[in-house]
């Protein structure tokens, strides 16, 4: 289906504010956890590793399911899967409501709200690009910021709720809020196709012509049988009772004999449709390896090898400190007194700001994106490093900040993806890098509680965090340093498959 072009406005700006309410509503209490990760500690009793997986599978999930998402999105369109998506949200945080243990937790808000918030995800984000060209850049920031809105307001949301309702009724109202998720998607009207035929006549044309005269002629004997038994057998019957039995049994006969050449014409389409089948899998399986040989060439990429495991470490740890910052400050013995605005709002406010700044230094041509991108890493590992001397609301207010604005780095990894392996092989090295950062963001957190259960304080966590951080980043300056220059251009004029242009223009 080819859609007509991008009004880059119009309906579009619709799309916009209602793809930015979606994010806000899925993604607020998700990325606002850590204030219900205290709860549930005191709730349930497990420990600080056990307890945290819940958090880190709801904002890791979506990301290693993104392939299904992208499928799900391609096949049924944008607004079905964010209305359908609004339902698993809502639903999964009303059944976490209910949780008897944190293994329930596990698949009512781990599963549930993490994999619909992905299909959302996905789902905004497709149909913003379908409605913008020259103004994608600017739509999209725009769309992205709505998450980081969300953990700022459903941080200080969340914490009111518990007081005035309980853990039970917080998540009851935060649920209900999410339906207005539906809502926003109904609004998500599909940009329509160009000379788009029919519907019918789009069904019909997309039938090999084989199976379509196979089942006319089916057909066909069919209305033969019925004109038989119906005009002929019957006429007689009525008017010579006598020769009906024998007139019956000769249109037996002759059906019989349809029978015979309708077997073997059936025979013979099912050898056709056989072999069809068979050319069908092996051009499949061909497609399949050489998007195993395109993903090997991507790794020979040392830049972009070097990116992996940057963006796996950096969530790793970077992440924990959305989830576990205000049991941080609990540890500190801090008293709420001191609060001013939870230390997750601080990080989600300073991550909007983040991602805009740096999206902005980003579009001048003065700056490497690469090297910039790797400045974050390396600020982020001093700051993590720097956690375990924070003993007052000050200085863990601060550091919330720094942190909240270099996670805002996110904004600039697409630039940053696309200039390692160019804009040809971008959704699949984007595909690639997106499943181990959800492959860090679930793991991070469970390991630095477990850090805590082991060792009954923070600092050594948040050293070995600040450590994974500093390490990604140390390995792709490594790989950007100019002495690689040549390797990293020879693997980059190699010609483009047809089958990664295909998938990106699909995705």
């Known amino acids: 289906m080819v859609f007509r072009k991008p009004p880059d406005g119009g309906w579009g700006w619709v799309i916009v504010v209602v793809s930015f309410f979606t994010q806000f509503l899925c993604y607020g209490s998700p990325l606002a956890v850590g204030v219900l990760y205290l709860e549930w500690l005191d709730a349930f009793g497990e420990g600080k590793g056990k307890t945290a997986w819940v958090g880190s599978l709801a904002n890791g999930i979506g990301l290693l399911a993104s392939p299904v998402c992208s499928i799900c999105v391609s096949s049924f369109g944008a607004r079905p899967v964010a209305i359908f998506s609004g339902f698993m949200v809502a639903g999964g945080l009303m ?6 243990n944190i293994y329930f937790l596990y698949v009512s808000y781990g599963i549930v709200v993490g994999l619909g918030c992905g299909l959302l995800y996905t789902a905004t984000v497709t149909i913003t690009c379908q409605y913008f060209d020259k103004r994608r850049g600017l739509a999209l920031g725009l769309i992205s910021t709505g998450s980081s809105v969300g953990l700022f307001i459903y941080a200080a949301l969340q914490r009111e709720l518990i007081e005035l309702y309980g853990l039970d009724g917080c998540l009851l109202i935060v649920g209900a809020l ?63 009772v006598p020769d009906c039995k024998q007139d019956s049994i000769l249109s037996k006969n002759a059906l019989s004999s349809i ?18 089948c068979k050319q069908l899998a092996k051009r499949k399986w061909q497609l399949y390896l050489t998007y195993w040989k395109e993903t090997m060439v991507l790794f020979k990429n040392k830049v972009f090898s070097a990116l992996f495991v940057a963006i796996l470490l950096f969530d790793i740890g970077g992440f924990p400190p959305s989830l576990l910052m205000e049991d941080v400050a609990r540890s500190a013995n801090i008293s709420e007194d001191d609060y001013y605005m939870p230390l997750i709002s601080i990080i989600g406010i300073m991550t909007t700001v983040g991602k805009l700044i740096l999206g902005i230094l980003a579009d001048f041509k003065w700056v490497n994106t690469l ?23 000050l200085t863990l207010a601060m550091l919330s900040g720094i942190l909240g604005f270099l996670t805002g780095n996110w904004s600039i990894f697409p630039y940053v993806t696309t200039k390692t392996v160019g804009i040809e092989k971008l959704t699949h090295a984007y595909g690639i890098l997106m499943f181990f950062a959800g492959l860090g963001n679930s793991l991070g957190p469970p390991i630095v509680g477990w850090f805590y259960d082991w060792t009954q304080e923070y600092n050594t966590a948040f050293y070995f965090s600040g450590f994974c951080v500093l390490l990604g980043g140390f390995l792709l300056l490594l790989a950007a340093l100019p002495c690689w220059n040549a390797c990293t251009n020879q693997s980059s004029k190699l010609p483009p498959n047809t089958y990664s242009y295909k998938v990106a223009s699909n995705a």
């Not at 059944?95 to 008897?100: D, G, H, K, L």
């Open 178 to 240: 999410s339906l207005n998720i539906l809502a926003c998607g109904s609004l998500m009207r599909p940009l329509e196709s160009s000379n788009s035929p029919p519907p019918e006549k789009m069904f019909v044309d997309k039938v090999p012509d084989q199976y379509f005269v196979y089942h006319e002629k089916e057909k066909t004997v069919e209305e033969n049988i019925s004109i038989l038994e119906k005009g002929y057998i019957d006429e007689k019957c009525v008017n010579n």
């Open 259 to 276: 029978n015979v050449n309708e077997k073997d014409t059936y025979k013979k389409k099912v050898v056709e449709q056989t072999n069809f």
């Open 95 to 100: 059944m976490s409501s209910f949780a008897p």
């Open 371 to 393: 090297y910039l991108y790797v400045t974050t890493l390396l600020m982020t590992g001093v700051a993590l490093f720097a956690i375990p001397f924070a003993k007052s609301y």
